[in-house]
Each structure stands twice: as structure tokens, then as C-alpha cells.
């Protein structure tokens, strides 16, 4: 018999009675390599002199020990602190089937991942759990505009004012949104409140694996979910990382299946083709990139003309890029042929403004560093991946902004084929992302190509 215990106030679970060799195997179970090199040393989340791992891997622990006929006792001593919330459910937000599944098994398995296509509604299924439990919850976040995009929804969804810890604010109520950066840097330990649940929204990210490692430990939290679009991962230590913070995917919608209920647009795809008038001979990435994609006259001229194109149909216009230079050198293009355009940054004094102008129609266009993730925007029916790059999560989440519902037109998603050999095997990497999530709506409607330079055609 192995015990695995979760001591009260905890993350980590205990192994407890167990043969020495068996303490090995664990530690290579929960062991990865953090990238794909030779002579990675390879690392364990598996700790061998406390004998403990954490909670999220329970699961990954308890099959494996299974697996090799051990008789497994988890005694899981954390005790569900907390306040009752009676919040009152707005009966606008009527639960589709999917959602009521996903709460479903979410109260059953009290951790997990739940996989839910952007435009599916994953706000509302984590609000309807903490409503169903009506106990105070903890709901991490890691940007301003997610910050408050969360506290409008528990305000409106659960008629309780949100608490807000972040953007220089520390303000704790029974449902509190916090940014992650705020909790890390002034410590989880100052929060006053006792939590029954923490909810972290986007819990995909590669960039913030760490941090969310570190905050997901120092939460004892026994209920601990995390949301996300996206969260599958090619880097097993980021995978494990996230499944040790909040446990494994319990529940996943795919996107192809909103999309054939019609709870999403159903996409069209399009390619962008050009043909620079000189290769580049940087060796350096920046420099390659500022040079074949930011300051690529051909490359804009062709963006322009597509967003211009799509204007004129009657469609909102996100043109998603990675650097402020190059979203100020598309706007400057565009108002010379005619066309009103906006650019948002973080550096954007004002922000809030410009998105509203855009939902009311008023900016057709909008070129965007910002609005990859957790960003509502509904009204957005075409986006220009204009700045290049082969992260799958980033392309999923930013061409998600156009796939809500619109009456009579579909959605459209515009990618740029590079010549430049390097950029173009990013091209590849985006396309076989947008394959995977979107099966066969990838495939929905091929035409021959386009022979003309310059001009949209769909993917060869």
C-alpha cells in the first residue's frame, strides 16, 4: 500500500510508505527536459528529500502506480476555507449543453484543465462553478485588460462586486481578480481573504510557465482549475509545469465542433503572397525581421491592399502585428488609400477609446500588438496575421478573435507567406496549427491559386 498524503494549507502531496525503488521511478516520471537540446539536464518535479511533488500530477502519480500494481491511498487532509458568496445568476447567461458539461465535471474533479475554444464562452463556465459552489474565489489573470474584462463579468454574471489586486490596486472581496505579476512581486501571502477556489484564465501561456508554477504552489486552494483555448504544448516541461499547478485537461471542446453547432463562424482561409525585390542576407533574427517583415515595402503593400479589400466588404479589420513600428508604418498606408485606422498598443493612451470606436464601426481597421488573448472584441470578422512569427498558441488565440457568429458573413483569416526560407517554415508552423485546431474546417473551401503578386489566395 503507497499513501499519498495532501497535508491541509498544502500543494504538494506526500508519498508515504513506500519501497525505496519506488521513489526513483516517481522521480523519472515527473522528470522533463526543458527543450529539445543534446545535453539538456533533464530536471524532476518530483522532490526526493521532502518526498513530495505537486498536486496537479496526483492524477499522472496515482495512474502510474496503478500501472505497476501498487495499491494507492490518497488521504487528502486540506480542509475548504472560505466565504459564502449568495451570488444571484444572471438568467441572460443561459448555459449551452458543452458549458453545463464542463461545470459538471469540473465539480466532480475539483482540478483541471478545461479546453475551450475562444468565442466559446470560458468566462461564463468558470463563473457558473464558482456560483454553483457560492464560495469566495481567487481568479488569476496576467493583463490590465483581462483584469477588468473578468471583474465586468462577475459584477454583471454574479451580481457581486469583484475584488481587484492589480494595476496598483489591492482591493480583496469575496470573488477577487488578480494579476499574476502583482500576487509574485508582493507575494501570495498577503492576501487577507481566505479562498475556497483559484482560477487561472489562459493558463496556456509559454512565456509565464514559470511564474504561474511558482504562484500555482504557493495557492492551497483544493479547488484549482485553469482555462484555457489553447493548452496544448510542444515543450514537455511547460505541459507538466501547468498540469502541476492545476491538474490535467478534464474537459475539452474542439473547435471544429462549435463551429459545425454554428456556436462559432465558420472560417475562411487565405494566403498572402509577394515576392521581396532583394533577399536578405541578415544573419541575426531581429535584423532579418525588421528588414523582410517590419520595413518590407512589397510585404505592407500587399497587407494594405487585402485590409482595404475586406474594409470595403463591410468587414472589421484586426491586422494582428508584433512591433509598434510596424503596426505605425501599416496605419500610415492605409489612411493614404483612404481608409480610417487605428493603432493599439500598451503604449496606447487611449485605449479603451479606440476599441470602443471600433466595435461602433467608426475605425473599420484596427492594427494591434495587444489583442491576442482574453480580449472580447465579437464584432471583428477578418484578421491579417501581418507579423509573422511560428508560435501555435499566439496564432490560435489571435485568429479566435474572429470567429464569433455574424449573420451572413463568414469569418476570415488572412496568414502571409514569406519567401525568406526561414520565415517561410514560420508560415508552415502557423498552417499546421491552424490544421490541428481547426480539422476539417482547415480544408473547408481550396481554390487554385492565384497567380498574380500580391494578391490573397488560399492555402496551396
Known sequence: MVVLRIPDGS?????????????????????????????????????PYERTFPVG?????????????????????????????????NGAYALRRYQERAVRKALRERMGVLSLPVGSGKTVVGLRIIHELDLSALIVV?????????????????????GIVGDNRWEERGVTVAMIQTLLSRGADKLRNDYAVVMFDE????????????????????????????PWRRVRGEEIKIEAVVGPTIFEVKAEDMIRERFLARPRFEVI????????????????????????????????????????????????????????????????????????????????????????????????????????IPEISAIILAGGGKSDIMTIQTIGRALRPKKGMKAVIVDVQDDDPLLFTHFIERQKALKQYYGKYYDSELEEDVPEKGRPRKRP
Open 11 to 47: 500543494a504538494l502531496v506526500k508519498v508515504e510508505k513506500a519501497d525505496p525503488q519506488l521513489y526513483f521511478k516517481i522521480y523519472d516520471l515527473l522528470s522533463y527536459r526543458k527543450d529539445f537540446g543534446k545535453w539538456e539536464k533533464p530536471e524532476s518535479l518530483y522532490d
Open 57 to 89: 500530477l496526483l492524477p499522472r502519480v496515482k495512474k502510474f502506480l496503478n500501472s505497476r500494481g501498487y495499491r494507492v491511498r490518497v488521504k487528502d487532509e486540506r480542509q475548504v476555507r472560505g466565504v459564502k458568496l449568495n451570488s444571484t445568476w
Open 142 to 162: 496576467h493583463t490590465k485588460e483581462l483584469l477588468y474584462q473578468w471583474a465586468d463579468k462577475v459584477r454583471e454574471v454574479l451580481g457581486v462586486e469583484p
Open 203 to 230: 493558463c496556456h501561456r509559454t512565456s509565464a510557465a514559470e511564474k504561474f508554477y511558482r504562484l500555482g504552489l504557493s495557492l492551497p486552494q483544493a479547488y484549482r482549475f485553469g482555462l484555457s483555448a489553447t
Open 273 to 376: 503572397t509577394y515576392e521581396s525585390k532583394m533577399p536578405s542576407f541578415s544573419e541575426r533574427y531581429k535584423e532579418l525581421y525588421e528588414e523582410m517583415v517590419m520595413n518590407n515595402d512589397e510585404r505592407n503593400r500587399a497587407i494594405v491592399e487585402k485590409a482595404v479589400e475586406l474594409a470595403r466588404k463591410g468587414h472589421r479589420v484586426l491586422i494582428d502585428v508584433r512591433r509598434i513600428e510596424h503596426g505605425k508604418i501599416l496605419k500610415e498606408m492605409l489612411e493614404k488609400e483612404g481608409v480610417k485606422a487605428e493603432f493599439l498598443s500598451s503604449q496606447s493612451p487611449n485605449r479603451w477609446g479606440i476599441l470602443e470606436d471600433f466595435k461602433e464601426g467608426k475605425i473599420p481597421v484596427l492594427i494591434s500588438t495587444l489583442l491576442k488573448e482574453g480580449v472580447d
